[in-house]
């Protein structure tokens, strides 16, 4: 393995070393492979902050069309994200009508986000 041959060589390894190349030839560096803790911290946080806004915009929305992204967004407390399918079947419609309310439904929150 490269960083063997490294270690022997050398007493330091840095993340920036190159330890390969991809299939198109792009040298690899170990930053390049190793994820951070922090990065899924962000994503979360900023997942979060994104939910809340929707949450808190939800009544401009028709009844059908709220349980609709509450159910697919996971906003209900303590909620977990649910497929289309499943929405579909607990309300008893067609997976692409989910489908259609949960577009339009989301383009009525971004619009009314965007201009607010």
Known sequence: MHLRSLKK??????LHDPIGTDKEGNEI???????TEADDVVDK??????????????????????EVVVGRFGLEL?????????????????????????????MKLYHYLRNK
């Open 78 to 106: 303590g909620g977990e994200e649910r497929t289309q399918r499943e929405i579909a079947k607990e309300l008893g419609i067609s997976r692409s009508y989910v489908s259609r309310i949960e577009k339009r439904a989301l």
């Open 9 to 14: 060589t050398r007493k330091d390894v840095s």
């Open 29 to 35: 560096t170990l930053i390049d492979i190793l994820g």
């Open 45 to 66: 946080v900023q997942l979060k902050i994104e939910k809340r806004k929707i949450y808190r915009n939800l009544e401009i929305l028709g009844e059908r069309e709220k």
